[in-house]
């Protein structure tokens, strides 16, 4: 474990100590310390929120959550962790409330052999025909951080095919560190797959830059808060984008989780390595240092109608939390 991630981890522990509910079952937690289940803050309406245990399935335990995307036809909520294993979740919700949830099964990410991934940083997640009334044909797509890579799964986390990434993106020395690389994806219904790095490539700082695996770039400024990194992103119905965002500087800093909404352009005579983004609007900032019980947020999907799911990664530390939150769009 690193320094960082150990400091971290002791900051979010000691913010979580009042909150967090103590039995191993999964059952909601205190998320505010001010606005309660139903209220609403800034742009969102707070749905609930969870404590994920660390339990095990087929041998496998859940931590270092990473990823998430909704099964519209499977009910199902898939996860993907950090050491390369794929899970099944289903989620318990009343009321337009979560209120707990049901691992079902967990599998390695395996290639087309059988065989289990060299390269188990898995960290992005979307789906493919998860919504089409046809259950049994939906497709999982992952993106991979330290070796930066794209590829195309089963359910059960058996490889199909690997994506062909731009020469920026397929070239690891281009990354400002390599484990800051591809920790973000999504499918956009005009635009297919795009990606971003956890940080901005090199000689791009201050900006988040979303990238098509056809070489069409967008680029938006990072958040003002120090250490700003995108950590998941979600297409919407309208192909507006929601981007998960983290900063984290120290334990004497506070630690923020924000959201922000994006749309992105359909400029036709723009250059292919460079689109302008329509607009940019500040969707939700919590701040730890404000009553929010926070851990480290790295997945997002969106569920149906308004309604989303975030997860934590508790980076396999029993300092930290599996946290999976429910939220609703509030529409200005």
């Known amino acids: 474990m690193s320094f960082r991630i150990l400091q971290l981890s002791l900051l979010l522990w000691l913010g979580s100590i009042t909150l967090a509910c103590t039995s191993a079952s999964i059952q909601p937690v205190i998320f505010s310390t001010t606005y309660q289940v139903g209220d609403t803050f800034m742009g969102i309406r707070l749905r609930g929120t969870v404590k994920l245990p660390n339990l095990e399935v087929n041998g496998i335990k859940l931590t270092e959550l990473s990823g998430l995307a909704w099964d519209a036809d499977e009910?199902?909520?898939?996860?993907v962790s950090d050491q390369g294993y794929l899970f099944h979740l289903r989620p318990v919700i009343t009321d337009h409330t979560l209120t707990s949830a049901v691992l079902l099964s967990a599998f390695p990410l395996t290639n087309n052999q059988g065989k289990r991934l060299g390269n188990k940083d898995a960290e992005g997640l979307a789906i493919q025909n998860s919504d089409n009334g046809k259950p049994g044909d939906s497709k999982l797509i992952i993106s991979f951080e330290r070796s930066p890579t794209i590829a195309r799964f089963t359910p059960q986390g058996k490889l199909?095919?690997?994506?062909?990434?731009?020469?920026?993106?397929?070239?690891?020395?281009?990354?400002?560190?390599?484990?800051?690389?591809?920790?973000?994806?999504?499918?956009?219904?005009?635009?297919d797959i795009l990606t971003s790095p956890e940080r901005p490539l090199k000689n791009h700082s201050g900006e988040v830059i979303i990238y098509s695996l056809t070489g069409q770039q967008w680029h938006i400024p990072q958040q003002s808060e120090p250490n700003s990194a995108v950590v998941a992103m979600e297409t919407l119905t309208d192909g507006s984008i929601l981007i998960l965002e983290r900063a984290w500087v120290s334990i004497f800093r506070p630690f923020t989780i924000s959201l922000r909404r994006i749309w992105l352009s359909a400029c036709q005579t723009c250059p292919a390595d460079s689109q302008p983004v329509l607009d940019v609007q500040p969707v939700v900032n919590w701040n730890n240092g404000e009553g929010w019980n926070l851990d480290n947020f790295e997945g997002l999907t969106h569920h149906q109608g308004a309604y989303f799911f975030i997860v934590s990664d508790d980076n396999d530390n029993f300092l930290q939390r599996t946290l999976l939150n429910y939220f609703e769009l509030v529409e200005n």
């Not at 009910?75 to 996860?79: E, S």
């Not at 993106?169 to 973000?184: C, H, I, P, T, V």
Request: no cysteine; aromatic share 10%.
């Open 75 to 79: 009910k199902l909520l898939y996860a």
């Open 160 to 191: 199909i095919k690997r994506y062909s990434l731009p020469k920026l993106l397929g070239n690891r020395q281009n990354y400002s560190d390599s484990n800051q690389a591809l920790e973000a994806v999504t499918r956009h219904p005009q635009f």
